[in-house]
């Protein structure tokens, strides 16, 4: 019983850290075609992933259906929103590794973002 307990203890406290130290990334998150997503940011372009490329990250089910929120539908069931995650991030690749949350914000945010270049 105390092995289990401390086992769940040390996995919560490495979860919280982990969390803790991600970044915050906020702009468009963009999902053009099936299989491709990324969100671009103050920074750049962060790939999250695509289509026929390598794994997803971590967390990509945290990301719901941002259809359902402020969204722009340019190619079918496909678009772009405008989102905050807290994201762990591989600066060398330029890709999201792993999500630990996701809020979708009113498209006027990132439109009125003069840091952000617009979806295209």
């Known amino acids: 019983m105390k092995k289990t ?3 769940a203890l040390f996995t919560l406290a490495t979860l919280s850290t982990a969390a803790n130290a991600a970044e915050s990334r906020c702009g468009w998150l963009q ?3 099936p299989g491709n997503w990324w969100l671009d940011d103050a920074d750049g372009t962060w790939t999250m992933m695509s ?3 390598s794994t997803e990250p971590d967390g990509m089910d945290r990301i719901p259906d941002i259809s359902e929120g402020d969204y722009v ?3 079918g069931n496909y678009g772009y ?4 995650l807290k994201v762990d991030t591989d600066d060398d690749e330029g890709r999201i590794v792993a999500i630990y949350s996701f809020r979708q914000l009113p498209i006027s945010q990132c ?4 840091a ?3 979806p295209e």
């Open 81 to 84: 929103a405008c989102a905050c």
């Open 51 to 53: 289509q026929g490329g």
């Open 5 to 7: 307990l401390l086992a």
């Open 73 to 75: 539908r340019t190619n």
């Open 116 to 118: 952000l270049s617009a």
């Open 111 to 114: 439109a009125n973002d003069e």
């Open 31 to 33: 999902n053009p075609t």
